[in-house]
């Protein structure tokens, strides 16, 4: 994992501390499809809830989307100037999310479906926040219950989260519920 560190940013990040009192923000330097990975992974460790930048040198909406699917506070492309990485980062302390408007507007027009979490596995997830049993839910998805069980292992894991308990505060997180 790649990590952009400059002077103006560690003196911009002296000035500002989050929520929690500390001066860290990860940027994660995200090249290739694969990048999505350590930002979850990132995203996944952090525990202490520390905002995320993303850099990318893609122009591409969708990428950008799984990006903060994966965790990512904001995404913005690498080539942008030093003030508005650091403008970004304030933001992000802040818990504002910076978005180019194009990607903006294709997360606008695509929902949830940017997310990577279809609209049956975010019902799945409204309905054990409503404290449903994976018994009780697994005829209403049409799943054995074994079955349902597997599927929700897989959604956690795609969120970034261990349990149902996580995941659920993850799907909050990301508003998706």
């Known amino acids: 994992m790649a990590l952009f560190e400059t002077a ?6 002296a000035e500002t501390s989050n929520p929690a009192g500390s001066h860290d923000c990860y940027i994660v330097l995200v ?16 525990v202490a809830n520390t905002p995320l930048v993303a850099l990318t040198d893609y122009r591409d909406a969708d990428l950008t989307a ?3 699917g994966a965790g990512a506070t904001s995404v913005l492309p690498i080539d942008t100037d030093e003030d508005l990485v650091i403008a970004s980062i304030r933001l992000a302390l802040a818990g504002i999310s910076a978005l180019e408007t194009p990607t903006l507007d294709w997360v606008m ?23 449903l049993t994976i018994g009780q839910l697994a005829p209403i998805a049409g799943y054995s219950e074994r ?13 970034g989260a261990t349990d149902r308990t996580s995941a659920i505060s993850e799907a909050r997180r990301r508003n998706l519920l």
Do not use: M, P
């Open 8 to 13: 103006g940013l560690h003196a911009a990040l």
């Open 147 to 159: 079955s349902l069980y597997r599927q929700l292992n897989q959604l956690y894991h795609r969120l």
């Open 31 to 46: 090249r290739t499809s694969r990048g999505v990975g350590e930002v979850r992974e990132c995203a996944a460790t952090n």
């Open 66 to 68: 799984d990006v903060l």
């Open 109 to 131: 027009q695509n929902g949830f479906a940017s997310t990577g979490i279809s609209d049956a596995e975010r019902q799945w997830l409204t309905h054990l926040d409503d404290g």
